[in-house]
């Protein structure tokens, strides 16, 4: 017969009944070795978290989203009617700077156990900064441009709809706004594409939907962003044309992006962190992600736009046979989550990538035909700063 199990506890010890033969004195002691077990285990165990956006009703937050981009053109070649003008064009230096910020506020007016039924987003800035350097043998030029949005100073209000299961957008009380434009907008701001499924504890990975990463190209939708310095100069050119191109396109892009990008982004669960008094979730991300994109259609319309606007006394036909972009990103990121507040409070990336571009254009002027084609291939970095108070 084997002998019992020796107790850890000594003698006297208050855990051990004085009197063991006793049954009710032994539930005692059971109960109580079993607790202390139990305590043990949970100890050693890291705590789960639940990573969920979950505002407060009448809270307020402001978010500001600040993108800047640099690239360089590492390497081309250009034919023209099937002759090699590479040689002839020589060495041609392109660098570009941009910077795109956009600022809302965002009034929770109606959260109902934990889901927001209706959000009034105001549009405090949307704004755009570029440069573009150009350096050839022949001469160096420089050429800066800017762009904003209708929708600067506008209120909208996002709404849950229960039959439609989809939020709708209405311009607030007292506003006016175009059809148009409230079509293109999403409510989507908010970096929760980025939240794991379930609870997580110390360490858990997982892999962030693609739908997560279109929330970040593109936040809050179309925000009808166009040009209002250094647009083209032509005769009989309409600027508004030139906006709808823009606006086009946008759409157009993102219709498309979930067909154009392959990869993933995998995030990890890298444990807290205690800013300012206040307890934070920290998410680490690795990007890796591949784009092949068809253009040509989208190219096709913005040139059709373009000849129907430019007055041309011989008649034209362009083609954009080839518009093909080929690219990798690379890079990281830290996502801080406020956990009472239940929103995203900051969030920063940074990548490298590197494109190659191929363009074929056939023209057909009067009784004359032409063809131009050209290889580019770019590098450059880019980052996202997102801030939320």
């Given at each position: 017969?084997?002998?019992?199990?020796?107790s850890?506890?000594?003698?006297?010890?208050?855990?051990?009944?004085?009197n063991?033969?006793?049954?009710?004195g032994?539930?005692?002691?059971?109960?109580?070795?079993?607790?202390?077990?139990?305590?043990?285990?949970?100890?050693?165990?890291p705590?789960?978290s639940?990573?969920?956006?979950?505002?407060?009703?009448g809270?307020?937050?402001?978010?500001?989203?600040?993108?800047?981009?640099?690239?360089?053109?590492?390497?081309?070649?250009?034919?023209?009617?099937?002759?090699?003008?590479?040689?002839?064009?020589?060495?041609?230096?392109?660098?570009?700077?941009?910077?795109?910020?956009?600022v809302?506020t965002?009034?929770?007016?109606?959260?109902?156990?934990?889901?927001?039924?209706?959000?009034?987003?105001?549009?405090?800035?949307?704004?755009?900064?570029?440069?573009?350097?150009?350096?050839?043998?022949?001469?160096?030029?420089?050429?800066?441009?800017?762009?904003?949005?209708?929708?600067?100073?506008?209120?909208?209000?996002?709404?849950?709809?229960?039959?439609?299961?989809?939020?709708?957008?209405?311009?607030?009380?007292?506003?006016?706004?175009?059809?148009?434009?409230?079509?293109?907008?999403?409510?989507?701001?908010?970096?929760?594409?980025?939240?794991?499924?379930?609870?997580?504890e110390?360490?858990?990975?997982?892999?962030?939907?693609?739908?997560?990463?279109?929330?970040?190209?593109?936040?809050?939708?179309?925000?009808?962003m166009?040009?209002?310095q250094?647009?083209?100069?032509?005769?009989?050119?309409?600027?508004?044309?030139?906006?709808?191109m823009?606006?086009?396109?946008?759409?157009?892009?993102?219709?498309?992006?979930?067909?154009?990008?392959?990869?993933?982004?995998?995030?990890?669960f890298?444990?807290?962190?205690?800013?300012?008094?206040r307890?934070?979730?920290?998410?680490?991300?690795?990007?890796?992600?591949?784009?092949?994109?068809?253009?040509a259609?989208?190219?096709?319309?913005?040139?059709?736009?373009?000849?129907?606007?430019?007055?041309?006394?011989?008649?034209?036909?362009?083609?954009?046979?080839?518009?093909?972009?080929?690219g990798?990103?690379?890079?990281?990121?830290?996502?801080?989550?406020?956990?009472?507040?239940?929103?995203?409070?900051?969030?920063?990336?940074?990548?490298?990538?590197?494109?190659?571009?191929?363009?074929?254009?056939?023209?057909?002027?009067?009784?004359?035909?032409?063809?131009f084609g050209?290889?580019?291939e770019f590098?450059?970095?880019?980052?996202l700063?997102?801030?939320?108070?």
């Amino acid at each position: 017969m084997m002998a019992p199990l020796a107790s850890p506890l000594r003698a006297g010890s208050p855990l051990r009944d004085p009197n063991p033969t006793d049954p009710e004195g032994a539930f005692v002691q059971t109960d109580a070795i079993l607790a202390l077990c139990t305590f043990a285990l949970l100890a050693g165990q890291p705590a789960s978290s639940e990573l969920v956006f979950q505002p407060a009703e009448g809270s307020s937050l402001t978010r500001q989203f600040v993108y800047t981009t640099e690239m360089a053109l590492d390497d081309m070649s250009i034919e023209v009617d099937g002759e090699d003008m590479t040689p002839m064009i020589g060495d041609v230096g392109m660098e570009i700077e941009n910077t795109m910020t956009y600022v809302v506020t965002d009034d929770f007016v109606e959260v109902d156990d934990g889901k927001v039924i209706q959000l009034q987003r105001t549009f405090d800035e949307l704004a755009g900064e570029s440069e573009v350097q150009v350096d050839a043998a022949v001469a160096s030029e420089s050429t800066e441009a800017t762009s904003s949005s209708e929708l600067v100073g506008a209120s909208v209000l996002f709404t849950w709809d229960e039959d439609l299961e989809e939020y709708t957008v209405s311009a607030a009380e007292d506003g006016d706004i175009e059809q148009d434009l409230l079509d293109g907008l999403d409510m989507g701001m908010d970096l929760s594409g980025l939240l794991p499924p379930d609870d997580v504890e110390e360490g858990d990975q997982w892999e962030v939907e693609l739908a997560g990463l279109f929330g970040l190209i593109m936040p809050g939708g179309n925000l009808a962003m166009t040009p209002d310095q250094g647009m083209p100069e032509l005769d009989g050119f309409d600027p508004e044309v030139f906006s709808d191109m823009i606006a086009e396109y946008q759409n157009r892009a993102l219709e498309l992006m979930e067909e154009w990008v392959d990869g993933s982004i995998d995030a990890t669960f890298a444990g807290l962190r205690e800013v300012d008094g206040r307890e934070l979730a920290v998410i680490t991300l690795d990007i890796d992600l591949e784009i092949e994109a068809d253009l040509a259609s989208i190219a096709q319309s913005a040139v059709d736009a373009l000849l129907s606007q430019v007055d041309i006394p011989v008649p034209v036909t362009v083609s954009v046979d080839v518009a093909q972009v080929a690219g990798e990103t690379s890079g990281e990121g830290e996502l801080l989550w406020d956990l009472e507040g239940g929103f995203g409070r900051a969030l920063e990336l940074s990548v490298d990538y590197e494109m190659a571009m191929d363009l074929e254009i056939s023209a057909d002027l009067d009784s004359e035909s032409h063809s131009f084609g050209g290889e580019f291939e770019f590098s450059g970095i880019g980052e996202l700063d997102v801030t939320s108070e």
